[in-house]
Each structure stands twice: as structure tokens, then as C-alpha cells.
């Protein structure tokens, strides 16, 4: 089979995958929410190829999200919902409403003006959107209309947390800059310390997710994305118990034959040696 840069081959072949009897028996028993999972991995993989400045991986993992839009949209259309050609008119529509800046008559070039008119748009979408379902005989959206709707609750927890912070700061619900917000920290470490001195563990989980909703906040107020943080976080952790492992390997020896005390003197000479590698 010849590789094509054609969409409409990536269609064609997603086609075959579902056609009956002759399709992949993986692919035909799939469905919406087993695909997913699989969704939410790409969009990751995405992310991680970004964060290793690899445009090799990057290009090989926005085509597997592609297949996954192509998937969904097979999945659609073979109950007779929409196809790939709708979801990209919807995709371009909207971003040629939400530009009226660019695409439009609407002067302006300001970043907060930007900001305001995206805001009042999508505002008008979802209340467009509301009235179409109840025109559908569809039931309402839960609690239509309040402050933190629309922050999808499948969203990575730390994620969400930012977004909902920040649909909250918009209505005046936020604290004035990072200092309370290290208070509350505080605070929420001596909860934490409490449930454990207390042994009550669903407390003490509890105040942990107190505590990284705390954190999420201080992220949003530094301007920094936390799960890229955690990303880059876990990515050194990697790098560093590796360095405890070759350097244990050297000696004929696994991190479960070595002392606490020893794979500590190994992770800080890790450090040492990423410090001055800089």
C-alpha cells in the first residue's frame, strides 16, 4: 500500500479498518469510550515529544492523534452523526468566529481586548448551543450557566484545578498575588501532618488533595503550567535513579542490594553531576 499526505487516504483506511468481515477484529470492536483512553495517551505523547525537542517523534505522534480524531469521526459517522469533513467545518468555523480580529471587521490587536472578545464569544456559543438542545428535546447541561461550568471533569486533576481556579479569579474569587497563596500552603501541610499524627487516612487523603489544589494555585498565580512541571520533575527523577543504577551496576550491584544511605549519596552526586553539566 502506497503512504499518502492525502487526509483522504487516512479516511480510506480507517473505512477499511471498520468494514465488516473484512476489517481489523480489533478496530470493529471498538467503540467511543474504548477509544478514549487511547486519545487522552496520544495528546500526552504528543506533549512528551514537545518537552524532548523531538520533531521526528512529534510529527510520528500528531499523526497517531490524528488517526484518533479519523476514528471518532468513523465512529460517528457510522451512526450517522457526523463525519471528518463536519468535525473540520466546525473546528474552522469556529476559529474564523472567535478571530473576528483576523478574519473579521473588528479593529483591535490588544491581547486582554483578545482575551475579553474570545470570553464573550464562546459565552454566546454556549448559550447558542443550550438553546439548541432544548429545541432537541435534550436535557440541559448540569447547572447551566454557573461560574465553573464547562471544565471537562475527565480533564488531568491538576489541569482542572488551574482552569477552575481561573474561572473563579474572573469573578473576583482569587487572592490578590503568591503570598496568601504560600500561607495556604503552609497551612495545608500542618492539615496534612495532623490526619497523620490523628491515623485517620481518608483525612489524610482529604488534606492532600487540599494541599495539591494549593499548589495548582501557586503554579497558576507564577504563570507556570503544572503538569509541565511535574512532567519535567518525573523526567528528572528518571535521570537521576538512573545514575544511582549504573553507578550501583559498576559495582555488580542492584538499588535492592544497596542501603538507603548509599543510593542518597548517589542521587546527590547525580545532582552534582547535572549541576555542572549546565
Not at 483522504?8 to 474504548?34: K, V
Not at 460517528?76 to 474564523?96: H, L, N, P, Q, Y
Not at 432537541?136 to 488531568?156: K, N
Request: aromatic share 6%; proline share 5%; with cysteine.
Amino acid at each position: 500500500m502506497t503512504p499518502s499526505r492525502d487526509i483522504r487516504r487516512l479516511l480510506e483506511i480507517m473505512a477499511a479498518l471498520r468494514t465488516p468481515a473484512t476489517g481489523c477484529p480489533w478496530d470493529l470492536a471498538q467503540d467511543f469510550s474504548s477509544i478514549a483512553p487511547y486519545t487522552i495517551e496520544e495528546a500526552y505523547e504528543v506533549a512528551d515529544a514537545i518537552a524532548r525537542g523531538d520533531l521526528d517523534d512529534l510529527c510520528d505522534e500528531l499523526g497517531d492523534l490524528l488517526l484518533q480524531v479519523a476514528f471518532h469521526a468513523r465512529l460517528a459517522e457510522e451512526r450517522g452523526a457526523f463525519d471528518f469533513g463536519a468535525v473540520v467545518e466546525a473546528i474552522t468555523s469556529k476559529m474564523i468566529r472567535r478571530h473576528p480580529h483576523v478574519f473579521g471587521d473588528v479593529g483591535g490587536r490588544d491581547v486582554a481586548a483578545v482575551n475579553a472578545a474570545w470570553d464573550a464569544i464562546k459565552a454566546q456559543e454556549k448559550a447558542e448551543r443550550a438553546g439548541r438542545r432544548r429545541r432537541r428535546g435534550l436535557p440541559a447541561e448540569p447547572e447551566q450557566g454557573r461560574t465553573l461550568d464547562g471544565v471537562p471533569a475527565g480533564a488531568p486533576a491538576l489541569t482542572r484545578a488551574v482552569k477552575l481556579q481561573n474561572k473563579a479569579a474572573k469573578v473576583g474569587f482569587d487572592w490578590p498575588d503568591v503570598r496568601p497563596v504560600l500561607a495556604k500552603i503552609r497551612e495545608e501541610i500542618d492539615e496534612v501532618e495532623a490526619e497523620i499524627v490523628s491515623g485517620d487516612r481518608e483525612a489524610a487523603a482529604e488534606e492532600v488533595g487540599d494541599l495539591l489544589f494549593a499548589l495548582a494555585n501557586l503554579a497558576r498565580h507564577l504563570d507556570v503550567d503544572p503538569e509541565a512541571a511535574l512532567r519535567g520533575t518525573n523526567q528528572k527523577f528518571v535521570r537521576r535513579f538512573a545514575y544511582i543504577e549504573d553507578r550501583l551496576a559498576e559495582q555488580g550491584r542492584s538499588p535492592n542490594e544497596a542501603s538507603l544511605d548509599e543510593m542518597e549519596a548517589h542521587w546527590q552526586a547525580a545532582k552534582t553531576a547535572a549541576a555542572e553539566g549546565e
